[in-house]
């Protein structure tokens, strides 16, 4: 069965800080790896990852994948209040287009 | 602007109404799927769609189904409600190769009593 796990659940920080949120997969076909941020709305796109090793970056936020050990981190640096939010870890399968979400990692940063 | 709009985005109905949740993008993207939300499973598949009159069954489509008549348009029809089918749906689309980035519609919040 083709399942996402992502870890923490849920996790509270302080302005400042810097947190790893974790995913781990097993799927058959794998396509790509992507990262979305859901606040009261609907997912935003951080990022896509399709090979192994390769760290994606925008401003504070960071991505690697290792597609070996199955699992991708997501890293947010010097965190504010802004950045809490659900984020929600997808992998994509070879039927194009297939998602399977996982159940997200909710982050609150106190200021 | 380009957008994925879905309606209703709100909808209160009873067991066993039939009901379409509309969603429509102006992107010309190829790919569509509908998902839903529910507390602490994250977001399942539904159906998706790869282009006009090709669509597949997702994760959880039961009682649930699709059309794709034109590439625009991706219409959600519930024919038979049920209490368990309350949850938030999101409508999204892409473009596909290179990026598989999925834009998400806004949401419609159905309640089945």
């Known amino acids: 069965e083709d399942k996402v796990v992502q870890s923490p659940l849920s996790l509270v920080v302080h302005e400042g800080d810097t947190v790893t949120l974790n995913c781990s997969y097993e799927v058959t076909n794998f396509r790509s790896l992507l990262w979305y941020k859901q606040e009261k709305k609907a997912p935003t796109f951080l990022f896509m990852l399709t090979s192994s090793g390769i760290e994606k970056k925008s401003g504070r936020l960071s991505s690697i994948l290792d597609k070996k050990e199955l699992f991708s981190i997501l890293n947010i640096t010097a965190t504010q209040t802004g950045d809490s939010a659900i984020y929600l870890c997808?992998?994509?399968?070879?039927?194009?287009?297939?998602?399977?979400f996982g159940s997200g990692t909710k982050l609150n940063v106190k200021p | 602007e380009a957008q994925v709009t879905q309606n209703p985005r709100y909808l209160i109905t009873v067991t066993g109404k039939k009901l379409t949740v509309t969603c429509s993008q102006n992107m010309n993207h190829e790919y569509m799927s509908w998902y839903r939300q529910d507390p602490g499973l994250g977001l399942r598949q539904i159906y998706y769609?790869?282009?006009?009159?090709?669509?597949d069954k997702g994760d959880v489509p039961e009682g649930y189904k699709v059309s794709r008549k034109e590439k625009r348009n991706f219409p959600l029809i519930l024919e038979s409600p049920s209490p368990n089918q309350t949850s938030l749906y999101f409508c999204?689309?892409?473009?596909?190769?290179?990026?598989?980035?999925?834009?998400f519609g806004p949401g419609t919040r159905l309640t089945v009593t």
């Open positions: 769609s790869m282009n006009v009159e090709v669509t």
């Open positions: 997808a992998v994509e399968v070879y039927n194009f287009n297939k998602f399977y």
């Open positions: 999204a689309s892409s473009s596909g190769s290179p990026s598989y980035e999925q834009y």
